[in-house]
C-alpha cells in the first residue's frame, strides 16, 4: 500500500510537495510513478521514477521545467515537487510502484491499484 499527501490549495504560481509513502515493504527496487485525474478527464501519467538510485526520470510535456521526481529510499518515500503551478494542474494526483524498468512505458499506464490520491487545487 501506498499513501499520498502533501496535496492542498494553492495559488497559480504556487509550489506544493507530494509525497508517496510506503505503508508496508519497500520501494527501492520498484519504479514509482504520480499519476493524476481530474474532473471527467481521463487519469495521466505526470512523471515517473526508475527504481534503485532513480536515474530514469520521465515527465509528461505539460510539467517539464515545473515538476521534479525523486526518491529517498531510506525513508521509503517518493516526491513530487511541483513548481509554477497552474489552474490546469487541478487534479487528484496518486502513486504507483511496479517492478519495471521502463518508467516511461509506466507513465502511460492509465489501470493500477490506485490508493486513495491526494487532491491538489490551483485557484486564485
Known amino acids: 500500500q501506498f499513501v499520498e499527501s502533501g496535496g492542498g490549495l494553492v495559488q497559480p504560481g504556487g509550489s506544493l510537495r507530494l509525497s508517496c509513502a510506503a505503508s508496508g515493504g519497500t520501494l527501492d527496487t520498484l519504479a514509482v510513478g504520480w499519476f493524476r485525474q481530474a474532473p471527467g478527464k481521463e487519469r495521466e501519467g505526470v512523471s515517473c521514477?526508475?527504481?534503485?538510485?532513480?536515474?530514469?526520470?520521465y515527465y509528461t510535456e505539460s510539467v517539464k521545467g515545473r515538476f521534479t521526481i525523486s526518491r529517498d529510499n531510506a525513508k521509503n518515500t517518493v516526491y513530487l515537487q511541483m513548481n509554477s503551478l497552474k489552474p490546469e494542474d487541478t487534479a487528484a494526483y496518486y502513486c504507483?510502484?511496479?517492478?519495471?524498468?521502463?518508467?516511461?512505458?509506466?507513465?502511460?499506464?492509465?489501470?493500477?491499484?490506485w490508493g486513495q490520491g491526494t487532491q491538489v487545487t490551483v485557484s486564485a
Open positions: 504507483l510502484a511496479l517492478p519495471v524498468s521502463n518508467v516511461q512505458a509506466m507513465c502511460i499506464m492509465t489501470s493500477g491499484d
Open positions: 521514477i526508475s527504481s534503485g538510485d532513480g536515474s530514469v526520470v
